[in-house]
């Protein structure tokens, strides 16, 4: 099998397994108990939070485990729209966020909360000066991703947080970097971002654990889970200590000759964009620059007869439609992309479709904010048929 979708998530290193497995045979007591076992267990997590914290730049105590990057998003928007509440009721964020930022905005939105959403340019990336447009004084929150989980396109998250400080706003920067960390350079304490959202799966950690980058001079965050005040006071439950435990192992394996790691993964893109713009119909979409994202469109690709490809989707998010899949031997998938949704989608009825190409209604995110035109759409609606 040849997996090829590491956006979405990654192989767990037997190092990761083993570390987590001896956390639940040996290690399972309780972080809050007050004996011997629980002490332990409460050292464990400690341990684990200061060597995420020291690859992230960091320091140990601005660092808040949760249950994944999606809680760790939720817990941000919320946090900063109540921490904002008596200055006013404006949030900026992109029309490419993932659907963990985008659904709560939305949330938001419905409970009284004005929502800008700011469109990508044809090469799939947001400025500065986009956000300089929309910034007001009743702006509470900005949202702005560090890569782009389908394009790749890096966001310029340092230079916003310099905006957000020369203009003297009091609205809070939030960055879902679920995509970057570890991939690119990442420095919340360095560039002045107040809120980061991580998770463990992207990296070769395990499913079911994230974090949240909390500024450590802001006070009085509002917790998004209400209980036992584990976490600082700051996210109640009970400690996955095993998860926390792969958590930390994969970044240390991570660590390990990453610069060469990342060098060999930015030359395998370079290979394969160039092999794949060799076929004909083959477009690029967007120009990213993470090194670990290619995205692209096609009308036809065989699959090779000996193996099984798991390729890239559309997008990882859950909301996406698969754009491949494991094929039988010798199956040939015909994937048209239509320019616009397809009929029965929200928005404009235009474009081409493949035979025998089947639809429903559409959910994507760029019709769901009746960004019609956003150059990526060329991408997002797919259908399949098969010869």
């Known amino acids: 099998m040849i997996y090829l979708d590491h956006a979405a998530t990654t192989p767990l290193p037997e190092a990761v397994a083993d570390t987590m497995y001896d956390v639940l045979r040996h290690q399972f007591g309780n972080p809050s ?25 960091c320091q140990p105590s601005a660092l808040h485990f949760t249950s994944c990057g999606t809680e760790s998003d939720n817990w941000a928007i919320r946090a900063a729209a109540w921490q904002g509440r008596h200055t006013g009721r404006h949030i900026i964020t992109t029309a490419v966020e993932h659907s963990a930022v985008l659904e709560p905005c939305r949330q938001l939105e419905q409970e009284g909360y004005e929502v800008t959403y700011l469109k990508p340019d044809r090469t799939g990336h947001i400025s500065t000066g986009q956000v300089a447009e929309a910034l007001r004084e009743d702006t509470v929150l900005v949202s702005v991703m560090l890569v782009n989980n389908e394009t790749g396109c890096l966001f310029p998250v340092a230079d916003i947080a310099r905006l957000l400080k020369e203009r003297g706003s009091r609205a809070l920067l939030h960055c879902d970097a679920v995509q970057g960390f570890l991939k690119v350079p990442c420095d919340p304490a360095g560039w002045g971002v107040d809120l980061m959202s991580l998770s463990a799966h992207k990296i070769g950690g395990p499913k079911g654990i994230g974090a949240l980058y909390v500024r450590p001079d802001l006070r009085n965050l509002r917790p998004l889970l209400a209980g036992g005040g584990q976490e600082m006071g700051l996210r109640s439950g009970t400690e996955a200590t095993a998860q926390i435990a792969g958590f930390a192992k994969a970044v240390v394996l991570r660590q390990e000759g990453l610069e060469e790691k990342l060098a060999h993964m930015a030359r395998i893109k370079a ?88 639809s429903t209604p559409c959910t994507r995110r760029c019709c769901a904010t009746k960004i019609r035109d956003f150059p990526c759409c060329e991408g997002y609606h797919a259908a399949m048929s098969e010869t």
């Open 271 to 358: 290979y394969c964009r160039e092999r794949l713009l060799s076929i004909p119909g083959v477009v690029p979409v967007g120009s990213g620059e993470a090194p670990h994202i290619l995205a692209g469109r096609w009308w036809a690709i065989p699959v090779p007869t000996s193996s099984t490809i798991w390729a890239v989707r559309a997008s990882a998010c859950p909301q996406a439609p698969p754009v491949t899949g494991a094929r039988p031997a010798g199956a040939m998938p015909l994937w048209g992309w239509i320019k616009g949704p397809p009929p029965g989608c929200c928005g404009s009825a235009s474009g081409r479709k493949p035979r025998r190409a089947t």
């Open 33 to 57: 108990a007050q004996y011997p076992l629980g002490r332990e267990a409460k050292e464990l997590v400690e341990e684990a939070r200061r060597t995420i914290a020291g690859a992230l730049g």
